[in-house]
């Protein structure tokens, strides 16, 4: 889950690395005011979960809060990277002479944290990596001790830094991988942190998102934050479809219907699981098929879920047939699955026979899942029709490739 | 002959009183020669039977118990307990242990990984289905019950590693369809840090006789096929490898995640594109259909041993 900057400046705060004087402000009035507090010009920051603000004009310099309160107004205006900003960031405009790069992130190879620095900052460290290697400093560390101090200070002496400049940037690297840590973050970023003409060092810019999964752990500082549960911060906003995918899966605790993703094609999916889903789908788009959704079910769910889900791909707007498929089951129970698709054509007076392509569901209680899908004439397939076949039938079915 | 596991691999089974658990149990008595499951832990239910195994409060008790060192652990136990169990394991001597448990952050994994490291243990999972060594032993809920599970996988010389669970069945089956065994088939797990990678396995299968060939199934996220492929080249391996790659539609919907909890595209490296061309150059074939998954192998072991 990635954080907004004005949330990603408060976690560096709050981990006792300094940063400049800001506010965050959804108005123009707030802005001013925020902008009042902060001796001398600002930065106002349109506040989106995208790169490119700068370019898009969401980035605006001001020398008094009144022309701040001017910018916020049209910042707040400008859509970036098909988001509308959730405020603005007021930002000190700090003098800086020179500015640098400390990042914290996963090696899933070493599965350890790496810790990255580079006194080129303020830019794009794979940029910096490309084109000046020697300038970017890297260094694992153990999960099982606290971070120590040495570690944070080697990366940065074997980039070259010395002298006072390494000291003072020691203790911000080190709290920086401490919070990296304690926040269950899979990336920790300040670029740049900028060194003030008095010789101290700041934090600039943040950048931060948590793993999902840990969420649970830091309900505080979610709070604290007022980031709700029911923000998912995904890539892109779900769609009515996508939500009401998520209340077929919540309604039942029985089995899986997860990952309900809209596309634009008439082939409606009811297909699983996890692996099975990403082979199904490409298999209906290398025939030619033009997927109406994406799904996984598995876990073995209920004749009730399934059905609720069946209805609502048949339901949606353009789908002309549904492809009940997965890869072999051993867990969940093919004839649930038929009985839950079937309910779900009758329920729409629809005829199973045809609405649904084909039942390609090989494995555990196949053949009393075949016995009820022959008695409703849908086309079904076992291990001996490859998952990729089944993908080709019911892309014929339906009219061909598109 | 197989990797990991053999007929007299001894485990243990953590959360056994949970339903899937129950189940899982189960499945691994009634496979192949019936797995030798000497015992379970769920804290506060010491006494206890789940199918004829003894359940114990803690692993320490198991293992007196048993008089013996135990092989390995099948950990089904929530995701905020699991780190405890597997550490329990652990430092209790156990060097096999195949977590099941999904949705685990990537924090705790590391941190057991890391303690597995310095105790010589190894871990297979998280969100994974286990080992099967087909008609000998299955360690975790891979195949599902004994007589399902019998239906995909036959014995022979084709080493399967999976990040998905249900595609190493799918992949299995369709070797065994066509008449190709399985030396030992492993679901390695989808989440973005896992105890045992593809490129971690290799040498495992390298120097199991019965292996003479590699199938894998992968996905975009992370970088285990660059490893795998690194691996390949400076190894010399003597066995041929053959790839399925799926969720290569997510190419186009970079930051979005699919499947397991690691696929994802966040960068160039991680998308399905980069994946096959990384793989092809290391002289891995890469599959466009399952389906054709057993002549690709079959060819690259006959070239071999031409």
Redesign the interface.
């Given at each position: 889950m990635r954080f907004y900057e004005y949330e990603a400046r408060e976690i560096v705060r709050r981990a006792g690395i300094p940063v400049t004087e800001f506010g965050f402000a959804t108005t123009p009035q707030e802005a001013k005011a925020a902008a009042e507090k902060i001796t001398g010009p600002s930065v106002i920051k349109s506040q989106v979960l995208s790169g490119g603000r700068m370019k898009a004009g969401g980035v605006q310099f001001a020398d008094t809060p009144d022309e701040a309160a001017a910018h916020t107004e049209a910042i707040l205006k400008i859509e970036i990277g098909g988001q509308m900003p959730r405020g603005v960031l007021v930002d000190t405009k700090a003098q800086v002479e020179q500015e640098y790069y400390a990042g914290v992130v996963?090696d899933?190879?070493a599965?350890?944290?790496v810790i990255i620095f580079s006194p080129v900052g303020g830019i794009d460290i794979e940029q910096v990596a490309h084109e000046q290697p020697e300038k970017v400093g890297r260094r694992h560390i153990?999960?099982?001790r606290p971070v120590s101090g040495y570690e944070a200070k080697e990366v940065i002496a074997s980039t070259g830094v010395t002298g006072s400049e390494l000291n003072k940037l020691t203790p911000i690297v080190t709290k920086l991988a401490q919070l990296f840590?304690d926040n269950?973050m899979?990336l920790a970023e300040i670029n740049p942190i900028g060194r003030l003409p008095d010789g101290s060092f700041i934090a600039l810019d943040a950048h931060m998102e948590m793993?999902n999964?840990?969420r649970?752990?830091h309900k505080k500082l979610l709070a604290d934050l007022g980031v709700g549960d029911d923000e998912t911060r995904?890539?892109?906003e779900p769609t009515p479809f996508e939500l009401a995918g998520e209340i077929v899966d919540s309604e039942d605790h029985r089995g899986v219907a997860g990952?309900v993703?809209e596309f634009d094609g008439n082939l409606g999916l009811v297909i699983?699981?996890?692996?099975?889903?990403?082979?199904l789908?490409?298999?209906v788009?290398?025939h030619g098929g033009k997927p109406a959704n994406?799904c996984?079910i598995?876990g073995n769910p209920s004749v009730s879920k399934t059905c609720g889900l069946a209805k609502l791909v048949l339901q949606k707007p353009g789908v002309d047939k549904i492809a009940v498929m997965?890869?072999?089951?051993?867990?969940t129970r093919v004839d649930i699955v038929a009985r839950g698709v079937i309910k779900a054509c009758l329920e729409l007076n629809m005829d199973p026979a045809e609405k649904i392509a084909i039942f390609r569901i090989?494995?555990?209680w196949e053949d009393e899942g075949f016995k009820i899908l022959d008695a409703y004439g849908v086309e079904y397939a076992d291990?001996?029709v490859?998952?990729?076949?089944a993908a080709r039938r019911a892309v014929e079915k339906i009219g061909g490739a598109q | 002959m197989s990797i990991l596991v053999d007929a007299n691999t001894t485990f243990i089974v953590q959360g056994i009183t949970g339903r899937e658990a129950v189940n899982l149990t189960r499945e691994c008595l009634d496979y192949g020669a019936g797995a030798k499951v000497v015992g379970g832990v769920t804290p506060g239910r010491l006494g206890r039977e789940v199918h004829g195994v003894p359940v114990f409060d803690t692993v320490e008790q198991a293992v007196a118990h048993h008089g013996a060192p135990i092989d390995g652990a099948v950990v089904t136990v929530p995701p905020a307990f699991t780190k405890d169990a597997v550490f329990e394991a652990i430092e209790n001597g156990i060097k096999l242990i195949v977590i099941v448990t999904e949705r685990i952050p990537r924090r705790d994994v590391a941190e057991m990984v890391e303690l597995a490291a310095a105790n010589d243990a190894r871990i297979i999972g998280p969100n994974c289905l286990g080992i099967i060594v087909p008609d000998v032993i299955k360690m975790g809920g891979i195949g599902g019950p004994a007589k399902d599970a019998a239906k995909a996988y036959s014995p022979g010389s084709i080493g399967v590693i999976s990040r998905s669970g249900g595609m190493t069945t799918e992949m299995s089956s369709t070797l065994t369809a066509a008449g190709m065994g399985q030396s030992t088939a492993v679901s390695i797990g989808g989440d973005a840090i896992i105890g045992s990678s593809y490129a971690e396995l290799m040498p495992f299968f390298e120097a199991d006789k019965a292996t003479e060939g590699i199938v894998i199934y992968t996905e975009p996220g992370g970088r285990m096929e660059a490893q795998l492929a690194q691996w390949v080249a400076d190894n010399n391996s003597r066995l041929p490898i053959v790839a399925f790659m799926a969720g290569r539609f997510m190419d186009e919907m970079p930051g979005m995640s699919f499947g397991h909890a690691g696929t994802i595209v966040e960068g160039k490296e991680d998308t399905a594109t980069e994946k096959i061309a990384r793989l092809a150059e290391a002289g891995i074939t890469v599959a466009e259909e399952i389906s054709e998954i057993p002549a690709l192998i079959q060819a690259k072991i006959n070239e071999r041993k031409a």
């Open positions: 996963w899933g190879s599965k350890k944290p153990s999960n099982l840590i269950d899979t793993e999964e840990a649970g752990r995904e890539a892109r990952n993703t699983g699981a996890g692996g099975g889903s990403l082979t789908f490409d298999a788009r290398a994406y996984e598995g997965m890869s072999i089951v051993s867990n090989p494995g555990a291990r001996t490859s998952m990729h076949e | -």
